[in-house]
């Protein structure tokens, strides 16, 4: 059965790094790794796409090892804006074209 | 502006009454879907699309439809609906020519059945 699977919750302060990680087993070979950050009552929103090794963004860095069967957003730096659920999206092999998201983690950044 | 549309935002119906949610973006994509997000089940794929006419199933197809007549419009069709379907919906699309995983996503239609 195609799975993801994320933490359900962290927990950080202002101007920690956080890093999250999603395993994901049965993932097609020749796709891509994408995380998502959704805000209450808004649509998800893309925030990093990966293949391997590791990519970064003014925003993230998403860390893929050779396995690719997990990878590693990493949040530099966070703000108390950056409280929001972040989902891991991957494409399952099979032969299909199915999106497997994560059922998300949900961060909440202290003070 | 690039967008992905929904509508309507909101609706409260009773079981069994037909009803459709639209979905309409106006970037060319080819691949379109639809998602259910329910409280600690995250983003479930209901149907996605390929192209014009190329629809499939995701995870959770059972009591949708869909359809797929012009490239921007994917309207999502629940023929009968039950309570178990009350949830938040999104249509999403994406592009082939970076990688499908890239979606646009819809502000959300949260849908009630009585």
């Known amino acids: 059965l195609a799975k993801t699977t994320q933490p359900i919750s962290m927990d950080s302060y202002e101007g920690q790094e956080v890093n999250i990680t999603c395993s994901h087993n049965n993932i097609a070979t020749n796709d891509y790794i994408t995380w998502y950050q959704q805000f209450p009552s808004q649509g998800p929103r893309f925030i990093i796409q990966g293949y391997k090794t590791k990519v970064t963004n003014e925003v993230a860095s998403l860390f893929i090892p050779a396995d690719r069967k997990s990878s590693t957003l990493s949040l530099p730096r966070v703000s108390l804006s950056d409280t929001a659920v972040y989902y891991c999206l991957v494409m399952f092999s099979g032969g299909y074209n199915k999106l497997i998201f994560g059922a998300g983690t949900r961060l909440a950044v202290h003070p | 502006e690039a967008q992905v549309t929904q509508n309507p935002r909101y609706l409260i119906t009773v079981t069994g009454k037909k009803l459709t949610v639209t979905c309409s973006q106006n970037m060319n994509h080819e691949y379109m879907s639809w998602y259910r997000q329910d409280p600690g089940l995250g983003l479930r794929q209901i149907y996605y699309?390929?192209?014009?006419?190329?629809?499939d199933k995701g995870d959770v197809p059972e009591g949708y439809k869909v359809s797929r007549k012009e490239k921007r419009n994917f309207p999502l069709i629940l023929e009968s609906p039950s309570p178990n379907q009350t949830s938040l919906y999104f249509c999403?699309?994406?592009?082939?020519?970076?990688?499908?995983?890239?979606?646009?996503f819809g502000p959300g239609t949260r849908l009630t059945v009585l």
């Open positions: 699309s390929m192209n014009v006419e190329v629809t």
């Open positions: 999403a699309s994406s592009t082939s020519e970076s990688s499908y995983n890239e979606q646009f």
